[in-house]
């Protein structure tokens, strides 16, 4: 009983990265929050490869990593947290990056052997439709001053999760979690540090709030989340992640409602339950092989 609960609660985790990003983001800016988390994320998972007797990647793999952590933590995270620095809702900034199972889908259709069902060229359509609605709705921003870039550097980050998590089903096969991890936080902290250091003041409020914020971070999204997933995957349970994913949008958002009073229109409320919607027809059923005419039977 208690396994199936896990992806649920990896869920409930996972959305509140967003609202952790928000609340962090009153005490630093983002590049050097950022900077602290990946500092504290490595030196928590090289803890882990020792407790956990995991290894770190070599060779290949170990570059292969690097260049998974620069698209998933570097872009994805980066771009989650400057939206958000900017005004975004985050509510808002997990619907957008929420979309990446369906743009993966997509690009998987542009460029592969792969073709969508007709449920999956609905939740297409449904998709775009319940981003416009939210978008056209009336929502909370923190400040409108840089909305449009606000959702163009979201956009670099849903772009980051998707070739990301391409990049690693694709050269990362057999990489241990804990240790691929590990470079991957390491190479993220080597791309936040240098903006950190050039373009910000470096400014902390070091206060019990953002203590708790910056722990519930690195221990709680970054170690526990991660190593939930690992037990999902190691144990075949994995695929009821994405079964359940579609839910981390409509439940981060009830989260940044209960803590920092985000609040959207009934157009809005439309908008997350038919991007909910989009998400689980996309990935309810997986895309299937295009047969190719001159294929032989």
């Known amino acids: 009983m208690w396994v199936r609960l896990i992806p649920f609660v990896f869920v409930v985790l996972w959305a509140s990265g967003f609202v952790g990003a ?21 030196a928590l998972f090289l803890l882990l490869i020792v407790l956990l007797r995991r290894r770190l990647p070599r060779g290949k793999a170990l570059l292969h990593s690097g260049v998974v952590g620069l698209f998933i933590h570097g872009f994805y995270l980066g771009g989650t947290y400057f939206a958000i620095h900017l005004g975004m809702p985050a509510g808002l900034s997990s619907l957008l990056v929420g979309l990446q199972p369906i743009l993966t889908a997509f690009l998987l259709v542009v460029f592969t052997q792969h073709s969508f069902k007709p449920s999956q060229w609905l939740g297409l359509v449904i998709g775009f439709a319940g981003i416009s609605l939210v978008l056209m ?10 909305k ?19 990049y690693q089903k694709r050269f990362c096969q057999g990489v241990d979690m804990v240790g691929g991890a590990t470079v991957q936080y390491f190479a993220a902290g080597l791309l936040f540090v240098p ?35 690992l037990y999902m995957v190691e144990n075949g349970v994995a695929s009821s992640v994405a079964s359940v994913f579609y839910l981390v949008p409509p439940v981060t958002a009830i989260q940044a409602w209960l803590m920092f009073g985000e609040s959207f229109d009934a157009m809005g409320v439309m908008g997350f339950v038919l991007a909910a919607l989009a998400v689980f027809l996309v990935t309810k059923a997986p895309t299937v092989p295009r047969i190719r005419k001159w294929a032989r039977v």
Request: net charge negative.
């Open 22 to 42: 928000r609340f962090g983001l009153q005490y630093a800016e983002p590049a050097t929050l950022l900077s602290l988390r990946m500092i504290a994320n490595v």
């Open 148 to 166: 449009t870039l606000a959702v163009a550097v979201c956009l670099v980050s849903l772009i980051g999760i998707t070739l990301g998590t391409l």
């Open 195 to 229: 903006v950190a250091l050039t373009f910000e003041t470096n400014v902390i409020v070091w206060s019990p709030a953002f203590i708790m914020t910056l722990v519930w971070l690195v221990v709680v999204l970054s170690c526990v989340a991660i190593l939930l997933l």
């Open 137 to 146: 709705g009336k929502m909370d921003w923190q400040s409108e001053q840089h």
